[in-house]
C-alpha cells in the first residue's frame, strides 16, 4: 500500500493542471477509491482533494512570481474557468492574492510533495478478528454531527446525553445480534475523513434482518459482508482513537484488506462509571483487497 500511495502522489504531480479521476487513478493502482482516500487522508493528516488543491497552488505560485503568464492564462492551466475562482483558491492557500503575490514575491505557502515512508512499528499485537455478518440492521437514536479525529466530540455527547435513561434500557433489551451491547455508529463518512465534514451518528443496537424495528427508531440497513473486529482496552476514548488510527498506519498496510463503504462501529463491552475507561471493539467493514 505504501507503494501505491507514492504512485499516487507522481500521478497527483503529473495531473496537476487537469481534474483527476481519482476512481481511474485508485483502479489502476487496484484499490477501490474510497480506500484510497481514507488511507491517504489518515496517513498524510490531510484529504486527498486538499493535498492537490494546495500542491496545485504552489506549483501555480511559481508561475505567478515568474510573470510568464497573464493570469487567465495561468488560471486555465490549473482547470480554473475564471481568474476570479484561480484567485479564490490560490487566497484560501497563501493568504494573499495572484497579484499581490506576483508584485510582492509573497507571501507564499508551500505545500511540499508527500512521500510515505514504510517504519517498523507494531511492536504491541493488535487484537484483530474477521467475521462473515449476514444483512443486518443498526436501530436507535441518529443526528447529523461534525466529525472530529482527537478527543471526546461534544456534538455526539449532547446527543446521547438528551436521552432518558430508560431508553437505554429500552435499546439493550431489543438488541439480538453481534455486534451486542450498546453501539456508537458512524455512517455517512466522507471518503476525505475531512475534519468538520458531517456524518450521521447513531447510539443504538444491532438487530437481525428479519426482527422489526420499532417506529420510533432510526434504522440503519447493513448488507452481509466481512468485517475486521478490533479490541480496544484503556483510558476512553484515546486508546479507541489510538487504536482506530493504527488500522491506517499498520493494520492495512500489513494485510490483504481494504476498507469498503459502511458504518464504523464502536461496542462498548465494558466500561468505568464515569467513562475513563473502555473495553471496546471496533468493527470496520472490509473487502479483499
Known amino acids: 500500500m505504501i507503494s501505491a500511495l507514492n504512485q499516487l502522489v507522481d500521478l497527483v504531480e503529473e495531473h496537476l493542471g487537469e481534474e483527476l479521476d481519482v476512481d481511474k487513478l485508485a483502479g489502476g493502482l487496484g484499490m477501490t477509491e474510497y480506500h484510497l482516500r481514507r488511507m491517504f487522508s489518515s496517513l498524510a493528516g490531510m484529504p486527498l482533494s486538499e493535498y492537490v488543491r494546495r500542491r496545485r497552488m504552489t506549483v501555480a505560485a511559481g508561475d505567478v512570481v515568474r510573470g510568464e503568464a497573464d493570469l487567465l492564462g495561468i488560471a486555465v ?31 507564499l505557502r508551500i505545500q511540499p510533495q508527500v512521500r510515505f515512508r514504510l517504519t517498523v512499528e507494531g511492536s504491541n499485537p493488535m487484537d484483530t478478528h474477521l467475521v462473515d455478518r449476514p444483512a443486518f440492521r443498526l436501530v436507535g437514536y441518529a443526528a447529523r454531527v461534525p466529525l472530529i479525529h482527537q478527543g471526546i466530540n461534544p456534538h455526539i455527547q ?10 437505554h434500557l429500552r435499546l439493550k433489551a431489543l438488541s439480538n445480534t453481534e455486534p451486542s451491547g450498546m453501539l456508537q455508529v458512524s455512517d455517512g463518512l466522507d471518503p476525505d475523513a475531512t475534519e468538520g465534514s458531517e456524518l450521521i451518528y447513531l447510539h443504538g443496537i444491532a438487530l437481525t434482518k428479519e426482527t422489526s424495528a420499532p417506529d420510533d427508531l432510526d434504522v440503519i440497513e447493513v448488507p452481509a459482508g466481512q468485517w475486521a473486529v478490533f479490541r480496544t482496552s484503556g483510558p476512553h476514548p484515546q486508546a479507541l482513537q489510538t487504536t482506530w488510527a493504527a488500522t491506517a498506519t499498520e493494520w492495512f498496510p500489513s494485510n490483504p484488506w481494504q476498507l469498503r463503504p459502511g458504518p464504523s462501529i ?13 473495553t471496546c471493539e471496533l468493527w470496520l467493514p472490509v473487502e479483499p483487497a
Open 158 to 167: 449532547k446527543h446521547i446525553a438528551a436521552l432518558p435513561p430508560q431508553e
Open 77 to 107: 492551466r490549473y482547470s480554473y474557468g475564471s481568474s476570479e475562482a484561480f484567485g479564490r483558491a490560490f487566497r484560501a492557500v497563501h493568504g494573499a492574492s495572484p497579484s499581490d503575490v506576483r508584485r510582492d514575491g509573497g507571501p
Open 266 to 278: 464502536v461496542a462498548i463491552l465494558e466500561r468505568a462509571d464515569d467513562f475513563s475507561t473502555a
